[in-house]
T-cell receptor
């Protein structure tokens, strides 16, 4: 079955790098996503990575994918207070099935 | 600008009443979804629809109902059978189920039972 696991909390100091981790169980997943949710709002797509890629970089964001271990990570460089939010990992299995989301990691940035 | 609009942002319901949450999109997406979010529970799928006049149950469909009469609209009714309806409800859409472009979300409706 499909299941996506994330740690629930992460706290970092402003200016440091943040690394949010995610593990998934469906080895046939085609795409993996990172979403950001600010308080009281919907989810915003940050980035995604295709399953045949190892890494994707987009400005301060770096996504690493280890297919062997079914491990996905999101690194945020130079973390700012505006990065404080809940970050969700999600996977898309092949075929017409909805995305499966993790429970989210709450990132707190300390000034 | 294209997007997903959920209304109302806040909704209060008395016990025993049915309420309907609105979700409208102008992205021309075929697939639409309803999720429920509780603290520490992440997102749980209630219902989804791949095409007009068709929908499927998600993981927690009991006590909810939906309709998909128009491509743009996917309203969710929370019925009196839903025993614990207080939650944050999120609507989303994708070009198609399994689309690599991921899901677009509305801003959510917070439902409180009083």
């Amino acid at each position: 079955g499909e299941d996506v696991e994330q740690s629930l909390f992460l706290s970092v100091r402003e200016g440091d790098s943040s690394v949010i981790n995610c593990t998934y169980t469906d080895s046939s997943s085609t795409y993996l996503y990172w979403y950001k949710q600010e308080p009281g709002a919907g989810l915003q797509l940050l980035t995604y990575i295709f399953s045949n890629m190892d890494m994707k970089q987009d400005q301060r964001l770096t996504v690493l994918l280890n297919k062997k271990d079914k491990h996905l990570s999101l690194r945020i460089a130079d973390t700012q207070t505006g990065d404080s939010a809940i970050y969700f990992c999600a996977e898309a299995a092949p075929g017409n099935t909805p995305l499966v989301f993790g429970k989210g990691t709450r990132l707190s940035v300390i000034a | 600008d294209g997007g997903i609009t959920q209304s109302p942002k806040y909704l209060f319901r008395k016990e025993g009443q049915n309420v309907t949450l609105s979700c409208e999109q102008n992205l021309n997406h075929d697939a639409m979804y309803w999720y429920r979010q509780d603290p520490g529970q992440g997102l749980r799928l209630i219902y989804y629809s791949q095409i007009v006049n068709d929908f499927q149950k998600g993981d927690i469909a009991e006590g909810y109902s939906v309709s998909r009469e128009k491509k743009e609209s996917f309203p969710l009714t929370v019925t009196s059978a839903q025993k614990n309806p207080t939650a944050f409800y999120l609507c989303a859409s994708t070009i198609g189920v399994g689309s690599p472009r991921g899901a677009f979300f509305g801003q959510g409706t917070r439902l409180t039972v009083v």
